[in-house]
């Protein structure tokens, strides 16, 4: 008989990965890797969980009986819905994204099929449809780069960054530990910086994210945290992703094969797009020191991704 999830106790529905103090990494039943993982960052006053996520699974319930009891704020990295689907379960928290998120956010609740559903293509899931109470009915805060948020003794500042995966996207630096929180803007499995429409997604663009980040913040930075693909990630994995996008921008072309462990498994995965990129000829990955890009050949400057 197939094992019913729901059933389970609750602390056998997640994990717990400590990963600095006071840093908590959270893991649902089962996960594959394109699950993303929550973070729970505990301050004095109230603790801040970095992406509610997406998950059938009483998330909020795991966090407040087994991970913290003091007050949850939710920072979101982005509004896709494998981020964000889970924000209705914190309607009564502080819910804090970019005014872009906010805008792609207020644009789904707008798309009442009339069915009493809410129906909508998202760019991390592909065609979705949400339940009213999915769609939430809260209204969020609105952060900006420098912004900070303070847990009590520890301080949470959004830096500066240009969303390459999501022109929406914040990354959070956490003082207290030097955790960079990235969302699905850095990551090992893969950067997808294609020129995705509406975004300044291409190589040129993640390099000059980089050098701000090594430039600014490298000393600081203890272990980057992304969303997929495994976490924490030493700091160095910045430079060896410059280094990277410099191979590509000086004409050295990846592979053919883009499929990463997020799609191997399921080239169907993310709408659909996953087969759609192994059967473009323009898209590549490039491997180089355990980061990944996977870029479009065609699209690899600023200015090659004007008006498309």
Request: glycine share 8%; charged share 25%.
């Amino acid at each position: 008989m197939a094992l019913d999830i729901h059933a389970l106790p609750i602390n056998k529905k997640f994990n717990r990965r400590l990963i600095a103090p006071d840093t908590w990494i959270i893991n649902p039943f089962n996960p594959n890797f394109g699950t993303p993982r929550p973070y729970v960052l505990i301050g004095d006053d109230c603790a801040a969980l970095i992406d509610a996520t997406h998950t059938t699974l009483p998330i909020r319930e795991y966090i407040e009986k087994c991970v913290t009891d003091k007050p949850l704020v939710v920072l979101c990295t982005h509004s896709h819905l494998d981020h964000t689907n889970d924000n209705y379960l914190f309607e009564d928290c502080d819910i804090y994204m970019s005014e872009y998120a906010w805008n792609e956010i207020k644009a789904r609740r707008d798309m009442d099929n009339k069915a009493g559903m809410w129906r909508f293509s998202d760019p991390a899931c592909g065609d979705v449809e949400m339940t009213p109470e999915q769609r939430g009915t809260y209204t969020p805060k609105i952060l900006k780069p420098g912004d900070t948020i303070d847990l009590g003794n520890r301080v949470i500042e959004v830096l500066p960054y240009v969303g390459c995966h999501s022109p929406g996207s914040l990354i959070f630096f956490d003082h207290k530990t030097g955790g960079l929180f990235t969302g699905d803007e850095l990551e090992t499995g893969q950067m997808l910086v294609m020129g995705q429409p509406g975004t300044k997604s291409c190589v040129e663009q993640l390099r000059e994210n980089l050098q701000v980040l090594i430039d600014g913040w490298y000393d600081r930075i203890t272990m980057v945290c992304p969303a997929h693909n495994g976490s924490p990630i030493h700091p160095q994995f910045l430079k060896d992703l410059a280094e990277n996008c410099d191979r590509v921008l000086s004409g050295i072309e990846g592979d053919m094969d883009v499929r990463s462990m997020s799609f191997a498994a399921d080239p169907d995965s993310m709408g659909g797009r996953a087969r759609i990129w192994m059967e473009d000829p323009d898209i590549l990955r490039s491997e180089w020191k355990g980061t990944s890009i996977v870029y479009n050949r065609t699209r690899l400057h600023k200015a090659d991704i004007v008006g498309k």
